[in-house]
């Protein structure tokens, strides 16, 4: 048995991480983190184009796959999620968006005192070290170095901002400063031309500090419990059976793993639970529904003008960015998928954005088995525009497929459920088209490689949509936190009701899904979430 310790947190991932460094910022507070996967020290983790090696890796990934999806022409869907330190940090696309301020403002009125606008942003400003400085908006000196990305990272970029420009949208240089609105460069977590995880910004430095331990490979089996308290965590390490016993239990696994956990554990659907065999401990309805994620699809284009595809595709130029990465940690090799891009509302009656735009200036049509060919693009030149929708409102559900813990949960995206859904993507797909067809861009285009010119009238535009539509990796809301228990799975201070000592802290807790990228917010959750157990500890210690 292991010793005992003050906090068990389950996932070493982005919210796990900062969960890891902020409560054992006292050098006396013990905590052990468990995760499931292994080191994130290798080569294609830390290369930020490197992604697309690890995004079938079942070394570094979860590799999980959807039921079959109506909403997605009945296919099922991949889900990729980080199993390593790091979590989906170590394994994403990297790019910084906190999210629109009014998303946080319907946290607040959701009955979550603590979690609106005004503490978000604080808790940002703590968190990052922005390239360009501290202002109103952008913090400095955090542990989190952010790449501003001032100079475009192709000479497309400019060309692409200039024709969304004259399609009616305007520039924004931060869209993590005062609106969201606009189009321009996103900013990321690279340092040094290296990614900059959770896992590099928060948990090493936790770890070197003495009062927290690490396991990797140490898969989560089960919750102790003494009656409705928990009291430690049953886990696989080394090929054994291993037990752990702390103060308090936290679950960090995501939006997948942490509902699959507690489901295991007898904390979900009590009917759920009983057909598989699962002793309930507590029926809670809202354990593992209301998932909520982001949809999205690409447009391509074949081009007349040299793109990354001409730089990445043949052997020499993978020589040439290589030997420039191993030299000077910068080129194609050290920047994102996603060069640019933004956010836009599909009827300006909307109070926000509800769409967000990806421009890459490479294309990636043709597959590659087991890899996602971001190292070997297109062999022709060849761009993409791509967009997701930020508010959907189709939900969908995790559910245990078997009552082994090993087993991968039934993952229920119910993509396109709501025909809302369905209606703004339509209308922002056809703003994709007229991006396209404004100068300069115009003319750097050769032709609609996908869905290509035949595809035109609004069912066809569904029909592509569905067709070729799928997750931008950012599930969240399955064990949501919120006032009404009849509604959500924790409280507005984390804590699993109807349970003691034990919490959620992930993207599974989020009240509703925020508009973009989800790490920023993750990470968020385990900010504020540990502000809010110290205060706790500090109330009953």
């Known amino acids: 048995m292991d010793g005992d310790f003050d906090y068990l947190i389950v996932g070493a991932g982005s919210a796990g991480c900062v969960l890891a460094e902020r409560l054992s910022a006292d050098g006396r507070t013990r905590v052990l983190v468990l995760e499931a996967g292994g080191s994130d020290r290798r080569f294609f983790v830390h290369m930020p184009l490197g992604y697309g090696k690890l995004f079938f890796d079942p070394r570094v990934n979860w590799c999980y796959r959807t039921e079959p999806d109506p909403g997605l022409a009945g296919q099922a869907d991949y889900w990729p999620r980080g199993k390593v330190l790091g979590g989906s940090s170590s394994i994403n696309a990297m790019v910084w968006v906190r999210g629109h301020r009014q998303d946080y403002e319907d ?7 603590g979690w609106g606008w005004d503490a978000a942003r604080a808790a940002y400003c703590a968190i990052e070290d922005n390239e360009d400085g501290g202002s109103d908006w952008r913090g400095a000196g955090g542990p989190l170095f952010i790449r501003s990305n001032r100079a475009p990272a192709h000479p497309l970029v400019e060309p692409f901002l200039a024709a969304c420009e004259s399609a009616g949208l305007k520039r924004n240089a931060d869209f993590n400063g005062a609106e969201q609105d606009g189009v321009g460069m996103y900013q990321m977590t690279i340092r040094g031309g290296r990614r900059n995880s959770a896992a590099r910004a928060f948990l090493y430095p936790a770890v070197a500090r003495g009062n927290v331990a690490l396991r990797t490979g140490a898969q989560v089996t089960r919750i102790l419990f003494d009656g409705a308290r928990a009291t430690g965590l049953e886990y696989r390490w080394k090929g054994a059976t291993h037990t752990a016993r702390a103060g308090e239990v936290i ?32 029926d809670q309805p809202n354990v593992g529904a209301h998932l909520s994620d982001h949809q999205g699809l690409n ?50 009656a909307r109070d926000r954005p509800n769409m967000q735009l990806y421009f890459q200036a490479f294309s990636t049509l043709l ?37 082994d813990p090993f087993a991968p949960p039934r993952i229920f995206a119910n993509a396109y459920a709501a025909d809302a859904d369905v209606a703004e993507m339509l209308a922002a797909v056809k703003l994709l088209r007229r991006i396209a067809a404004a100068q300069p861009l115009a003319g750097l285009l050769e032709e609609e490689l996908r869905p290509g010119p035949q595809v035109q009238s609004d069912d066809d535009l569904v029909a592509d949509l569905r067709a070729r539509s799928g997750t931008v990796y950012h599930p969240s809301c399955t064990c949501r936190m919120g006032a009404d228990p009849a509604q959500s799975v924790v409280d507005p201070r984390l804590r699993v009701r109807g349970l003691e000592r034990l919490r959620v802290c992930d993207a599974s807790a989020f009240p509703s899904l925020i508009a973009g990228n989800t790490n920023a917010p993750a990470m968020l959750m385990g900010w504020i979430g540990a502000g809010l157990m110290i205060e706790d500890r500090r109330r009953v210690g």
């Open 107 to 113: 946290w607040q009125a959701a009955g979550n005192p």
């Open 251 to 282: 679950l960090s696994g995501g939006a997948v793993n942490s509902p699959q956990l507690l489901m295991l554990s007898g904390v979900g659907p009590g009917q759920g639970l009983q057909a598989m065999g699962v002793p309930v401990r507590l």
């Open 367 to 403: 597959p590659r088995l087991g890899e996602r060919p971001v190292l070997s693009p297109d062999p022709f030149s060849g761009l993409s525009i791509g967009l997701s929708n930020c508010r959907p409102a189709s939900r969908g559900r995790i559910e245990l497929r078997s009552p």
């Open 299 to 348: 447009y391509t284009w074949r081009a007349r003008v040299p793109t990354l595809n001409d730089m990445l595709r043949p052997w020499w130029g993978k020589l040439r960015v290589g030997l420039r990465y191993l030299a000077r940690r910068d080129g194609p090799l050290a920047l994102s998928i996603n060069h640019a891009g933004g956010f836009f509302r599909t009827d300006p």
